[in-house]
């Protein structure tokens, strides 16, 4: 099967046409499906707080995590779900500003509604005194830590979401997951 991209070629280096070397920083990075899952269902069983500035060492076991902020939970779900090949600063400023460094397709956000195979990751900017927000989103729903919750997921077009995000980015490919990781919904 040939997986195509807006603005690129084939993304099948094997087949030599139409991927350039420029091109290579911008290919999105896969995400093992049953990681997906599992990491789904251990990070949002409910034993993790939402804790501003408090980070999981990309090597802990989500047993032992027991408060993540917004970007440490995306930094560390990301980094377990690509088994170690995909790693990202800390900070949602900071996070936001590396992807597009790495000229990753800046996307509108109401792309998350897709029931597709991309993960994409958005952007809240710091505002009045309070910091940013990061957040990924897949097949429509999100996969964030957030105030007062902690790990979970909601709907991409939760009002406080969809009426301030700024950035919006193509970041994996998740091929095969489907909508059977629903772990503990939210709604706020």
Request: aromatic letters at 10%; a positive charge.
């Amino acid at each position: 099967m040939e997986l195509k991209r807006a603005g690129f070629g084939p993304l099948d280096p094997a087949s030599g046409s139409g991927v350039f070397l420029e091109d290579c920083i911008t290919m999105l990075t896969f995400v093992d499906s049953l990681r997906f899952g599992e990491l789904c269902d251990q990070l949002m069983d409910g034993h993790i707080r939402y804790g501003f500035g408090s980070k999981a060492a990309l090597t802990s076991r989500p047993a032992d995590i027991r408060a993540i902020d917004c970007s440490g939970f995306v930094r560390y779900f990301m980094y377990q779900a690509t088994f170690g090949r995909l790693t990202m600063p800390d900070g949602s400023v900071v996070q936001c500003d590396w992807c597009r460094k790495q000229r990753l397709q800046s996307v509108n956000y109401r792309d998350a509604a897709r029931s597709d195979a991309l993960i994409r990751i958005a952007f809240l900017p710091p505002h009045k005194g309070h910091a940013g927000h990061v957040w990924l989103i897949h097949r429509g729903r999100t996969l964030e830590s957030h105030g007062g919750k902690g790990p979970d997921r909601r709907l991409w077009n939760t009002p406080i979401l969809i009426n301030g995000v700024r950035h919006c980015y193509e970041l994996a490919l998740a091929p095969g997951i489907g909508d059977f990781v629903v772990p503990r919904q939210t709604y706020a």
